[in-house]
């Protein structure tokens, strides 16, 4: 990053909070009229609840939703999120706050950014990103919607840098900074989610809007010498037709050899990009890995990556709007990213809270350079408590070993698989398959020759509940074709739950390695890592059954094949100390 300072002059607002609410534009989120308030008879109960989890991120009560920019400054790690402060369902968005010294313990800080302004956010405040400018100065940018519910772009800053938890923060006031108008052609219902902004080597900064043209998804660019005057750049960085609209746009370089982070503003020749985009029609986050010329200000996609929901995800399962930040402390890119409920609008009022965030996950580009792998954080090993460790054995096919002496609804467990035999595969026909839905057609249930095998979690004494988590293997044009499933077919005899079973191909062979998956399990979600992070899908699941010490665990085998478990390592996790 170059060294160029900038002067920014702020004079401090006073922030009335109004709890209007706005329509629904292009959002896609549903307005609860009457859910707005938490009846306060539940609010003595709900950290005893069963489906709290006890080291994911959430507030004691109400609605989350949106990760909004994490950054680490003075050593303090600070995370903002979309919140209504007034009932479990969404409306009334403000920027909630909190801060940590190592991404797992938090302490809650006071709202960071409410309705005030008129022209600019008196109808919400929403998603954005924090920038760090020269001499080490964060500010936000985000998405305000106006009086005319129109939705414009706004720029914040602390009112005390020397304040390392940044408890205050003041906004421009000649806010909004950019915005629709009859010229620019901008659709100002479609028009939201500011990037992290990055410095060109003109040393002019860059940011990105997510927008869309009809079913045209847009990264739309902006451009600024001083970082409050902002002009609209002659083309979108880029765009790609059928996708849709585009929220919480993240871009950013990633090293083409070894997995340190790199600033946003970083450029070199061993350095690709990756442009995320979240699909507000699916609810899907996806990426590419391309280049970027900063002098025509173009980002192009690698060879063979595909736009849209079939194309590379960062999660395939409950996983949406997330975002990435250069974690200066430890050299490292982050990403954080929202899961949400799969229970009804009423289960989660009565619940009185919706929403948490995933664990914080470590990124960085694999070496093929076609695809990045994510890893929690090693930060949260220390929650790691009583461990149980299997030697290698095999698993029979038709079978299940239960793992005992870890507490099962809240666990890390992670084993290695090998299988020796792999002349008898089911073999895939068609050219393409959706992953998805041959995990739903081919769920745990249904033996296979080589699969499923993998982990029963939250799984009820008589089996009639369990989320399973397992591989299975094919033969698809005379290679091996490895499939993960997150099966949540028998999650729970609640019938009003979400109980969708996800899939992702996972590209490894399992002729030449082992194959490794590891579960994050927090009495209400499952985190899965297949391949070494190749591929992650989350489960958010509420059984009946399977509740706080009825709950078990198994490594199964449903497949006619034996396969190797060359190693197992679980422990109970700790409760983290969370707002």
């Known amino acids: 990053m170059a060294n160029t300072s900038i002067s920014l002059s ?4 006073s922030a009335l909070f109004l709890g209007h609410q706005v329509l629904e534009l292009e959002a896609s989120h549903h307005i609860f009229e009457t859910y707005q308030t938490t009846p306060k008879v539940l609010h003595k109960a709900l950290v005893n609840q069963a489906y709290r989890t006890g080291y994911h991120f959430q507030p004691p009560k109400h609605w989350i939703n949106d990760p909004n920019g994490p950054m680490v400054y003075k050593g303090i790690y600070h995370l903002f999120y979309q919140y ?13 706050h909190s801060t940590s010294r190592d991404l797992v313990n938090w302490t809650a800080q006071k709202q960071a950014i409410f309705p005030s302004q008129q022209q600019a956010d008196i109808n919400e405040c929403w998603s954005g990103s924090a920038t760090i400018l020269p001499g080490g100065k964060p500010v936000i940018l985000y998405t305000g919607v106006d009086s005319q519910e129109q939705q414009v772009q706004n720029l914040a800053m602390p009112k005390n840098l020397s304040d390392p938890h940044l408890t205050e923060w003041i906004k421009y006031p000649k806010n909004p900074l950019m ?7 901008i659709n100002g219902s479609a028009f939201r989610d500011p990037t992290t902004a990055w410095q060109g080597p003109d040393n002019v900064w860059r940011v990105l809007i997510g927008s869309r043209v009809n079913k045209r998804g847009l990264a739309i660019l902006y451009k600024s010498k001083d970082f409050k005057h902002w002009k609209l750049g002659e083309k979108p960085l880029h765009s790609a037709e059928g996708t849709g609209m585009w929220e919480c746009p993240d871009f950013f370089p990633v090293k083409t050899n070894g997995n340190e982070g790199l600033d946003t503003s970083a450029r070199g020749e061993n350095v690709k990009y990756v442009l995320k985009n979240s699909l507000d029609d699916t609810k899907h986050d996806y990426y590419t890995v391309g280049t970027y010329d900063s002098v025509k200000d173009k980002y192009i996609p690698g060879k063979g990556m595909i736009e849209g929901d079939s194309g590379l995800r960062y999660d395939y399962g409950k996983f949406y709007a997330s975002k990435t930040f250069f974690d200066s402390e430890k050299q490292r890119r982050v990403l954080w990213g929202w899961i949400n409920e799969s229970s009804s609008v009423e289960d989660d009022v009565q619940k009185g809270w919706s929403g948490v965030q995933a664990i914080p996950r470590h990124i960085w580009l694999d070496k093929s350079g076609k695809q990045l792998l994510q890893w929690p954080i090693k930060e949260i090993e220390k929650l790691r408590g009583n461990q149980v460790k299997w030697p290698s054995r095999i698993l029979e096919g038709a079978s299940q070993l239960e793992v005992v002496g870890v507490t099962a609804g809240q666990a890390d467990i ?6 020796n035999d792999l002349k008898n595969l089911e073999v895939l026909k068609e050219k393409q398959y959706d992953p998805q839905l041959l995990c739903s057609k081919n769920s745990a249930s ?21 989320t399973a988590v397992f591989y299975r293997i094919y033969k698809h044009q005379n290679k091996h074709k ?37 579960s994050l399990i927090d009495r209400s979600i499952v985190e899965s890592f297949g391949g070494k ?45 969370i707002n």
């Open 446 to 466: 249904e033996k296979g020759e080589v699969g499923p095998f993998g982990f029963l979690t939250f799984a009820s004494n008589d089996l009639r509940e369990y």
């Open 84 to 96: 209504n402060p007034k009932g479990a369902v969404w409306g009334n968005i403000v920027w909630a």
């Open 179 to 185: 915005k629709a108008t009859p010229t620019n052609k």
């Open 414 to 419: 992670e084993v290695g698989f090998e299988i």
């Open 482 to 518: 490895v499939l993960l499933c997150s099966d949540q077919s028998r999650s729970s005899l609640n019938k009003h739950n979400d109980k969708t079973t996800y899939g992702a191909f996972v590209d490894v062979d399992p002729a030449n390695e082992q194959l490794s998956l590891r």
């Open 10 to 13: 702020f004079l401090f607002v």
């Open 533 to 577: 992070g190749k591929a992650v899908i989350t489960s958010r699941v509420y059984p009946t059954l399977a509740v706080d010490d009825q709950i078990k665990l198994f490594v199964f085998n449903n497949g006619t094949s034996k396969v190797k478990i060359s190693y197992l390592n679980a422990w109970s996790m700790n409760k983290a100390q």
